[in-house]
């Protein structure tokens, strides 16, 4: 496996570390509109394309995962990127997710993001996370609360998406207001 950690587990779901090899799913994922749902954009992608943007991630310090049940099947993606890449000081880790439609609802998402964040900030010298979510999404934005990050405000008409632009809010949780740590990790 790529990278020191394998595996982050959780009491429902484990994340685990995308491979070059898994490119074909991730492909076949982000190319239906049914999967990634309505608050993302619409996209055509290649087995060979994400291959690439698997490769140019591990420069950029960009890292997927899945998120799997307890018995390894695939029900998401998590991610993790910087943004504002230029100066050190100014960088801003960010996340973002989606889950299978039918599993949805089901707290797998809440414990994948907190997972995600415990690991973040184990292992980042960062001093906030952020995400960004349609305005309309109600479900993630209940789950960004839940693990504790704050709605910070509106950026609007910020994304095109299916035709349209859209407002997003952005969320954070800054390290002084992340909690003990919940997770195990396995090699």
Same mark, same amino acid.
């Given at each position: ?34 999967? $990634? !749902? ?13 291959? /690439? %943007?698997? #490769? ?15 018995d390894g099947t695939k029900i998401g993606l998590m991610a993790h990127f910087y943004v ?10 960010e996340i973002g997710y989606f889950l299978l439609p039918n599993e949805r609802g089901k ?18 010298? $960062? !001093? ?13 934005? /209940? %789950?960004? #609360? ?42």
């Open positions: 496996m790529t990278g020191w950690i394998e595996l982050l587990e959780g009491k429902l779901v484990n994340l685990r570390l995308m491979e070059k090899e898994d490119a074909l799913l991730f492909a076949e994922w982000m190319s239906k509109p049914e999967v $990634t !749902g309505e608050y993302e954009g619409l996209g055509q992608f290649s087995k060979s394309e994400f291959e /690439k %943007v698997f #490769e140019a991630g591990d420069k950029h310090e960009e890292k997927d995962f899945f998120i799997q049940k307890k504002l890449h230029v100066a050190a000081s100014m960088r801003q880790l707290g797998y998402c809440s414990e994948a993001v907190s997972i995600f964040v415990d690991y973040l900030f184990l292992s980042k010298d $960062t !001093g906030r996370i952020q995400a960004r979510t349609d305005v309309r999404n109600l479900g993630s934005q /209940k %789950v960004l #609360e839940r693990v504790g990050f704050r709605r910070e405000g509106t950026m609007r008409q910020s994304a095109f998406i299916r035709g349209e632009w859209r407002d997003l809010y952005l969320y954070s949780i800054l390290r002084e207001e992340w909690k003990e740590p919940r997770i195990l990790t396995s090699r």
